[in-house]
């Protein structure tokens, strides 16, 4: 079957770094995804990754591997706005989407 | 970036009666959209996939009777709740995709949060 399982909610303090980890199981692989959502909003894309490796964004990053079905979002410098959701979906061999049940970030003063 | 609108992004309505939700592309044409539906604190389902022209693939458990979706252009998607419920009351999400984007070309709607009561 395919699953996705990221941790249900995280704690953080403004200013600090995070680490969301997300693995996959999908029936074929074409890229990793990472989404923020914030409460009674539609996601907003944030990062894309289908090679192994770490891709940098401003102060997000993104990491996958693929041997491992594993990948995880990094957020430094955290602000109180980055309160949210975060989904981690994987693209099946149908090039479906298929989504994580989403971390709850929640930031700390 | 490419913008996905949705229309309403609030409804409600009585139990018995139909709700039309629209999904337009704005500055892209979109060859499929997606249908979502998301329950608090879980995750996004997909119900549907539809590509212009075309009927929609729905996926298990989604009645297709009772969730009529229409893509009759490359930038407009609808989906109608026949017959609407409380239990159908959620938040609905479209998903849009655009073929010069790659992977990375899908963009979603605001949302649209229904309660039938």
């Known amino acids: 079957g395919q699953n996705i399982d990221q941790p249900t909610e995280m704690t953080a303090t403004e200013g600090a770094i995070v680490q969301i980890n997300c693995t996959y199981q999908t029936s074929g692989f074409n890229g990793l995804f990472w989404y923020q959502q914030h409460a009674g909003e539609a996601p907003t894309f944030l990062s894309y990754?289908?090679l192994d490796g770490l891709e940098e964004k401003g102060r997000f990053s993104s990491f996958l591997s693929r041997s491992k079905g594993y990948s995880y979002l990094l957020l430094k410098e955290l602000q109180m706005k980055d309160s949210a959701s975060y989904l981690c979906?994987?693209?099946?061999?149908?090039?479906?989407?298929?989504w994580g049940a989403g971390t709850k970030l929640i930031i700390k003063p | 970036g490419a913008v996905v609108s949705q229309h309403p992004s609030r409804v409600i309505c009585k139990s018995g009666t139909s709700v039309k939700i629209e999904c337009r592309s704005l500055?892209?044409?979109?060859?499929?959209m997606f249908w979502y539906r998301q329950f608090p604190k879980k995750s996004l389902m997909l119900m549907a996939t539809s590509n212009e022209g075309s009927k929609a693939t729905y996926e298990q458990g989604v009645e297709k009777d009772k969730f009529l979706i229409n893509h009759a252009s490359l930038t407009l998607s609808t989906l109608t709740v026949t017959s609407a419920h409380p239990e159908d009351s959620s938040f609905y999400i479209c998903s849009a995709r655009d073929p010069a984007g790659g992977e990375m070309g899908r963009y979603f709607g605001p949302g649209t949060r229904l309660t039938v009561t």
């Open positions: 500055d892209f044409q979109a060859t499929t």
């Open positions: 979906a994987s693209m099946d061999s149908n090039y479906q989407l298929i």
């Open positions: 990754n289908v």
